[in-house]
């Protein structure tokens, strides 16, 4: 078995280099032995996001395929357009596209068809909570000094900017009650799977989100 060791700031890391290995982790056990990603625990109110969910939450939200195969026949069409007029196609901007599609599609509802709407503010936000700085203080304070991570969690410290989670759950907050009005109205998306989990026989007003329901559709 091919092996080595790296190290990440002051922080040991084993290193696997055995293709087999990696083949078997990667594609062949992904879905039952190792549905887990790497976590440094400060995410804020994306904890439990589909790249930082764990176990059976992971293999729970995951059942949006419909959804993420329907914006791939939109992608293919807007290759086959550029194609057809003779332009040469930005795969990064098509590709980009086509992810920020699926995640506001799959976790708000929303189809905005980034790609003909780069201004729309769930694009604009998205692209602000994805551009990541390894020079950001946090992240070098839990690169350099681990131990201190639950200390910065208990601060309310995160990697993502304050604002761009907090529009994202003001959105959530706007469009669930309409969700919950149109319950004959059915999507496979996150906000379904949430609704659905809170229907019990009390009938009690799920029209508003607390703050772990947040922090679920996040």
Partial sequence: METGCI????????????????KTVMIKECYSLFTNRRNFRLNGPLNDAVVFAENEDWKRIRSMFGIMKSHSRSLVENLGKTSERGDSADIKEF?????????????????????????????????KMLKFNFFNPVFLAV???????????KMGLAFFPGE????????MQK???ERVA?????????????????????????????????????
Avoid at 143 to 153: A, N, Q
Avoid at 206 to 218: A, I, N, Q, T
């Fill in 7 to 22: 190290y990440e700031a002051r922080q040991p890391v084993f290193s696997i280099m055995d293709e087999e290995i990696i």
């Fill in 95 to 127: 590709f980009g596209a086509y992810s920020m599609d699926v995640v506001t599609s799959t976790a708000f509802s929303v189809d905005i068809e980034s790609l003909n709407n780069p201004k729309d503010p769930f694009v604009s936000n998205i692209k």
């Fill in 143 to 153: 690169v350099l000094f681990p131990f201190i991570t639950p200390l910065l969690r």
């Fill in 164 to 171: 761009v989670t907090a529009f994202f759950c003001a959105s």
């Fill in 175 to 177: 469009i669930k009650p």
């Fill in 182 to 218: 149109k319950d004959h109205e059915r999507r496979a998306d996150f906000m379904q799977l949430m609704i659905d989990s809170q229907k019990s026989e009390n009938n009690q007003d799920f029209s508003l989100l607390d703050s772990y329901e947040e922090e679920k559709c996040m």
